[in-house]
Structure formats: structure tokens, C-alpha cells
């Protein structure tokens, strides 16, 4: 069976009922998933309980200051303790990873998104573990920022090269996966999150049978 890894994009970040859909869900499904958010809306409340205006460019909260740096890095870090301790509450058993903790994700001097150690996050898997990985990455000064969701899920991708199948709940996300997807050479699963186990056991997680993007 392929790696599959689940993005929940921000809309359905703002969905109050979210951790209970994302519980009934996992459990139907035979093998844990790595799940990826990006930071929602909490970010935007904080900056905005603060007086500034948020921006987004390409998904990514836009921080022009070191304090509205750190209000971003709060507000991801916060989404990530309530997916969590949510799915923890209803027997899920989940653990919540910032792409920047014991270098996982890191964001070289070039620009590029790099992956560092990965063997943990795939014994989490291997031990039934559902890893919840938010957007934050480190930078070579050792900043913590927010990257781009394509981004982190590309880099994530080259762990396990072309044993993966992206799951995406939203329709407007498969265009900004499109080349990545097409240069990665993997597959591609759209639709709703209630589909997700109907889509496991018709085979989209193996590899003679996965749907093609």
C-alpha cells in the first residue's frame, strides 16, 4: 500500500466539525496517513486582534515584522494543537509536527525547501501514528516561517518518492498541485473527505490500481 498523505486546506481548517469528520474518517481507513495544514484562519484573528491587515501571497500569511512573524508561527502552532488534541479525544492516535521540528523541513539559502532526517516521521506511520504536519519551516538563520503548502507537500513527496498519493478535498488545490504532481510522478486522489475510505478500498492507495492525475 502507497503513503498517502491528506492536505486540509483552509476552508476546511474553518470548519467547526472538521476534527469529528476527520475521526469518523481515519477510522475507516486500514493504515494512518500523514496529515498537512497550513495555518487557517487562526493566524489572521491574531494579526488582526492586533491591529494589522493580513495578507496572503500564494497561501502564505505575509509577516512584516518579527512580532507579526511570531503571531503567524502562533496561530499555525495553535491549528496543530487542536487538530490534535481533537483527534486524540476521539481515540485517533495522532501527533502534532511542526515541519520545522528536529529538522524535517528547511528552507535553504537559495530558496529551496529542503527535507533533512525523515526516518522518524515514517516510523510514526510504520507504529500506526498519525503525524499532523503543519506548513511552519526553519530557515538557515533558524527563523520559523510559513512556506507554502504545494511547497511543503512537494518536499514531503521526495521521502518517499513515488510510493505517495496526494489527497486534496478541494477541486481549486489539484491546479496548484498540477506540475508538482507531474514532476514528481505521483498520483492524485480529489474529492470529498467522506469519500476518502470508499476511495481506499476501491484501490486508490495501491499501485497497479491508483488514480492518475
Do not use: C
Request: glycine share 8%; no cysteine.
Amino acid at each position: 500500500m502507497r503513503t498517502g498523505i491528506l492536505y486540509l486546506d483552509d476552508r476546511h481548517l474553518e470548519d467547526l466539525l472538521l476534527v469529528q469528520r476527520l475521526a469518523r474518517v481515519l477510522k475507516q481507513l486500514p493504515a494512518p496517513m500523514v496529515l498537512v495544514h497550513g495555518s487557517g484562519g487562526r493566524a489572521e484573528q491574531l494579526l488582526e486582534a492586533e491591529g494589522y491587515v493580513p495578507e496572503r501571497r500564494n497561501g502564505v500569511v505575509v509577516a512584516r515584522s518579527d512580532h507579526e512573524r511570531t503571531l503567524i508561527e502562533r496561530g499555525i502552532r495553535e491549528t496543530n494543537q487542536r487538530l490534535v488534541a481533537g483527534l486524540n479525544e476521539l481515540l485517533i492516535p495522532a501527533v502534532g509536527i511542526q515541519g520545522s521540528d528536529r529538522g524535517l523541513l528547511r528552507r535553504t539559502a537559495t530558496g529551496t525547501l529542503q527535507v533533512g532526517r525523515a526516518a522518524w516521521l515514517v516510523q510514526l506511520l510504520r507504529q500506526g501514528v498519525w503525524p499532523v504536519v503543519s506548513t511552519l519551516v526553519a530557515t538557515e538563520t533558524e527563523q520559523i516561517v510559513e512556506a507554502p503548502a504545494a511547497e511543503v507537500l512537494e518536499a514531503l513527496i521526495s521521502i518517499w518518492t513515488s510510493e505517495v498519493v496526494i489527497a486534496l478535498l478541494s477541486e481549486e488545490f489539484r491546479d496548484i498541485m498540477h506540475e508538482v504532481v507531474k514532476k514528481q510522478k505521483v498520483d492524485l486522489w480529489v474529492g470529498k473527505l467522506e469519500e476518502l475510505p470508499e476511495a481506499v478500498k476501491q484501490g486508490v492507495f495501491q499501485g497497479s490500481n491508483a488514480l492518475s492525475s
